[in-house]
């Protein structure tokens, strides 16, 4: 069946540096896909979406990435914060349409 | 404040217990949903909600029961649960196929 996944579980940035998470999904007719940043002891909130018509999108410090030929996304932080420190997942709607499947997430932990 | 609110925040219950999840959105959204988040894991589609009507069961155990009265709350009735049931639920609502906004989640613990 149709997956999206995180490369990395955890990933450890010092804070001012830029941080990529990346995500691999596996159905091509996909197009549309969102990130999502959870933090300790709240619900997932929306950071920032693409549609498959486009290969990049830039928020406030956050730039996502898609790369259809490869089916890769990634979201890149600037300047990274103490408070950018959360789980970060993406997802993807399935192929029969329908709601959005979620990768396992990456822990971003900021140091100080 | 996204504007679903979730409550209780917290939830400890035996398995011959009987409870409820609410969760209200303020957002005006016609679709709701429930997903179940254990540790380690991605998040899991539950139950959806469009317009009231239930459009979608994800094979959820019987003991799981959902309810939706109107299109801006959404229950959760949970009885007979087993201790691997715990888990955060968390309850999200979206216009349409509309990126999703999430509560605050219920963290539900069985003994």
């Known amino acids: 069946g149709e997956s999206v996944g995180l490369h990395l579980p955890t990933l450890s940035v010092q804070e001012g540096d830029n941080s990529i998470i990346n995500c691999a999904y596996s159905?091509?007719?996909?197009?549309?896909f969102i990130w999502y940043k959870q933090e300790s002891g709240k619900g997932p909130q929306f950071i920032i979406d693409?549609?498959?018509?486009?290969d990049k999108r830039q928020g406030q410090r956050v730039t996502v990435l898609l790369n259809k030929t490869v089916k890769h996304l990634s979201l890149q932080i600037a300047a990274t914060q103490p408070g950018d420190s959360a789980v970060y997942f993406c997802?993807?709607?399935?192929?029969?349409?329908?709601?959005?499947?979620f990768g396992q997430g990456t822990e971003l932990s900021v140091k100080p | 404040e996204t504007g679903v609110t979730q409550t209780p925040r917290h939830l400890v219950m035996g398995m011959t217990n009987k409870k409820s999840l609410k969760c209200e959105q303020h957002?005006?959204?016609?679709?709701m949903y429930w997903y179940k988040q254990s540790a380690k894991k991605p998040l899991e589609l539950m139950f959806v909600?469009?317009?009231?009507?239930?459009?979608e069961n994800n094979s959820v155990p019987s003991r799981f029961s959902p309810e939706c009265p109107n299109s801006s709350h959404l229950f959760l009735h949970l009885h007979t649960l087993q201790p691997e049931d715990s888990a955060l639920y968390l309850c999200?609502?979206?216009?349409?196929?509309?990126?999703?906004?999430f509560g605050q989640g219920t963290r539900l613990t069985v003994v």
């Open positions: 957002l005006g959204h016609n679709a």
């Open positions: 997802a993807a709607p399935p192929a029969a349409g329908g709601k959005l499947i």
């Open positions: 159905n091509s007719a996909s197009d549309y």
């Open positions: 909600y469009n317009f009231k009507e239930q459009t």
């Open positions: 693409i549609r498959s018509n486009m």
């Open positions: 999200a609502s979206s216009q349409g196929d509309a990126e999703a906004f």
